[in-house]
C-alpha cells in the first residue's frame, strides 16, 4: 500500500537511488493559493547533510510541480510533486546484493517480491519520506488558515529526555536554533555531543518526538474504526525506524488511577474545555477542542558503521562491511516527517467532517 487518506489521499512513489522520489496528492480543493518557498524550507529541515549529526550525502531536494498547481494556486487535479535524486552512491551497496542487512527490510522485501532494489534500500529507504514532506507541508498551509497549528520537536535522544519543557520556548524559531531541533537549549546541547560520541564510535541512538496540535475544532475523528488517533497513530508508524506511538497521557496511564487521569470540564467564559488534558485532545476517538499532544519512538538506525554478523540468501554466513553514508540519529531530521504525516492525516479529516 502507498496511499495514504480518505478524501485528501496522497500516493508516494520513488526510490532512494532512482532517479528519484515524489508524491501524488489527490482531493486537495482548488482555487487554494500555495507558497511554494513555504514547501522548500520543510523540505530543507528534512534533506540530507544539513549538519555535522546528520549522513553527509548531499541532497539539494528542490522540488518540482507536476502537476495541479497553476499561476501558484491549486486547481483542484492531482498535485505532483517530483523531488530528483543528485548524489546517489550506489556502489556503496553493491556488497549487499545477495545478502541480508541485520534489523532492515532486506530480508522482508526479498522474501515478499523475490526481487528488490538493495541500492540504499530502494523502496524502504526513507529517502522516500521527501515526497510525504512536501505534501504535508501544502497540508500545514491550509490548515493554517484554519487556525490550525502542528509543531513538533525532539524530547528525547537516548538516555536523555526532557522531563519539563518551557511552554514558552515551543515555536519553530527555538526548535531550529540547534541541529537537535529541541527547543531545550541546555538539554539540547547534551543531545548532540551524545549523537557525535556515538557516530564517532560507529554506532547509533534512538530517540522520540514529541507533537503538539492546537486550534483543533470539536468533531474530527469517526467513530470506532475511523478514530483520530488510530488515523495518526497509522501515519506515525509508517515511518521509518518507528517503534512506538502514543498520545495523551500514553503508556504512563497503565500505571494511573481513574481519579487521578480523568479529564474535567470547565466553563470558560462560554466556552467548554477540561482543566486537564491526559486524554491528549481526543476522547472517544474525536477531537475535544483541546490541544492534541502525542509522541513518537524512534529506534536507533539499524546500519552500524562496523562490522555486523549475518547471513546472505543462501543462507550463508556473511560479515556486512561498514560502507555508505548515513544517520547517527534520525530523529532531528525526522521532525519535518511527522509534522508533515499530521498535517495531511488533519486536513483529511477536516475533510470528511464537512465542518
Same mark, same amino acid.
Given at each position: 500500500?502507498?496511499?495514504?487518506?480518505?478524501r485528501?489521499k496522497?500516493?508516494s512513489?520513488g526510490?532512494s537511488?532512482g532517479?528519484g522520489v515524489?508524491v501524488?496528492?489527490?482531493?486537495?480543493?482548488?482555487?487554494?493559493? *500555495?507558497d511554494?518557498?513555504?514547501i522548500?524550507q520543510?523540505l530543507?529541515?528534512?534533506?540530507?547533510?544539513?549538519?555535522?549529526?546528520?549522513?553527509?550525502?548531499?541532497e539539494?531536494?528542490?522540488?518540482?510541480?507536476?502537476s $495541479?498547481v497553476?499561476?501558484?494556486?491549486?486547481?483542484g487535479?492531482?498535485i505532483?510533486?517530483?523531488?530528483?535524486n543528485?548524489?546517489?552512491?550506489?556502489k556503496?551497496?553493491?556488497?549487499?546484493?545477495d545478502a541480508?542487512?541485520?534489523?532492515?527490510?532486506?530480508f522482508t522485501?526479498?522474501?515478499?517480491?523475490?526481487?528488490?532494489?538493495?541500492?540504499?534500500?530502494?523502496?524502504s529507504?526513507?529517502?522516500v519520506t521527501?515526497?510525504w514532506v512536501?505534501?504535508?507541508?501544502?497540508?500545514?498551509?491550509w490548515l493554517?488558515?484554519?487556525g490550525?497549528?502542528?509543531?513538533?520537536?525532539v524530547?528525547?535522544?537516548?538516555?536523555?529526555?526532557c522531563t519539563?519543557?518551557d511552554?514558552t520556548?515551543l515555536?519553530?524559531a527555538?526548535?531550529?536554533?540547534?541541529?537537535v531541533?529541541?527547543?531545550n537549549?541546555a538539554?539540547a546541547?547534551e543531545?548532540?555531543?551524545l549523537?557525535?560520541?556515538i557516530?564517532?564510535?560507529g554506532?547509533?541512538?534512538?530517540?522520540?518526538?514529541?507533537a503538539?496540535?492546537?486550534?483543533?475544532? *470539536?468533531?474530527? $475523528?469517526?467513530p470506532?474504526?475511523g478514530k483520530?488517533?488510530a488515523?495518526l497513530?497509522m501515519?506515525?508508524l509508517s515511518?521509518n525506524a518507528?517503534?512506538?506511538f502514543e498520545?495523551?497521557?500514553?503508556?504512563d496511564m497503565?500505571?494511573?488511577?481513574?481519579s487521578? *487521569?480523568?479529564?474535567?470540564?470547565?466553563?470558560?467564559?462560554?466556552h467548554i474545555?477540561?482543566?486537564t488534558?491526559?486524554s491528549g485532545?481526543?476522547?472517544g476517538?474525536?477531537?475535544?477542542g483541546?490541544p492534541?499532544?502525542f509522541r513518537v519512538a524512534?529506534?536507533p538506525?539499524a546500519?552500524?558503521?562496523?562490522p555486523q554478523d549475518?547471513?546472505?540468501?543462501?543462507g550463508?554466513? *556473511?560479515?556486512?562491511?561498514p560502507k555508505?553514508r548515513?544517520?547517527p540519529?534520525?530523529v532531528p531530521?525526522a521532525?519535518p516527517?511527522v509534522?508533515?504525516?499530521?498535517?495531511l492525516?488533519?486536513?483529511?479529516?477536516?475533510?470528511?467532517s464537512?465542518?
Amino acid at each position: 500500500m502507498n496511499t495514504l487518506g480518505n478524501r485528501l489521499k496522497i500516493t508516494s512513489f520513488g526510490e532512494s537511488h532512482g532517479n528519484g522520489v515524489g508524491v501524488v496528492i489527490d482531493g486537495f480543493p482548488a482555487g487554494f493559493k *500555495v507558497d511554494l518557498e513555504a514547501i522548500q524550507q520543510q523540505l530543507d529541515r528534512r534533506k540530507p547533510g544539513q549538519s555535522a549529526i546528520t549522513t553527509q550525502r548531499k541532497e539539494t531536494d528542490t522540488f518540482q510541480v507536476q502537476s $495541479g498547481v497553476f499561476e501558484q494556486s491549486t486547481t483542484g487535479a492531482p498535485i505532483c510533486l517530483f523531488i530528483p535524486n543528485e548524489d546517489q552512491n550506489s556502489k556503496d551497496y553493491d556488497h549487499i546484493k545477495d545478502a541480508f542487512r541485520p534489523s532492515h527490510a532486506d530480508f522482508t522485501y526479498q522474501g515478499k517480491y523475490g526481487h528488490r532494489d538493495y541500492r540504499g534500500g530502494g523502496r524502504s529507504s526513507a529517502r522516500v519520506t521527501a515526497g510525504w514532506v512536501a505534501a504535508g507541508a501544502i497540508a500545514q498551509q491550509w490548515l493554517l488558515q484554519k487556525g490550525i497549528e502542528i509543531l513538533a520537536f525532539v524530547d528525547q535522544v537516548g538516555e536523555l529526555k526532557c522531563t519539563e519543557m518551557d511552554e514558552t520556548l515551543l515555536n519553530l524559531a527555538s526548535i531550529d536554533s540547534n541541529p537537535v531541533r529541541c527547543p531545550n537549549e541546555a538539554m539540547a546541547a547534551e543531545m548532540e555531543e551524545l549523537i557525535r560520541e556515538i557516530r564517532k564510535s560507529g554506532d547509533t541512538v534512538g530517540g522520540a518526538v514529541q507533537a503538539r496540535i492546537v486550534g483543533v475544532p *470539536v468533531g474530527l $475523528g469517526e467513530p470506532l474504526f475511523g478514530k483520530l488517533h488510530a488515523a495518526l497513530g497509522m501515519a506515525m508508524l509508517s515511518i521509518n525506524a518507528v517503534k512506538g506511538f502514543e498520545y495523551g497521557g500514553g503508556f504512563d496511564m497503565a500505571s494511573a488511577r481513574g481519579s487521578m *487521569v480523568n479529564d474535567h470540564f470547565e466553563d470558560v467564559d462560554g466556552h467548554i474545555q477540561t482543566k486537564t488534558n491526559f486524554s491528549g485532545g481526543i476522547q472517544g476517538g474525536i477531537s475535544n477542542g483541546m490541544p492534541i499532544t502525542f509522541r513518537v519512538a524512534f529506534k536507533p538506525v539499524a546500519t552500524l558503521m562496523q562490522p555486523q554478523d549475518s547471513i546472505n540468501e543462501l543462507g550463508e554466513s *556473511v560479515t556486512i562491511a561498514p560502507k555508505g553514508r548515513h544517520d547517527p540519529c534520525v530523529v532531528p531530521r525526522a521532525v519535518p516527517i511527522v509534522e508533515a504525516l499530521a498535517a495531511l492525516v488533519m486536513m483529511d479529516y477536516y475533510l470528511l467532517s464537512g465542518i
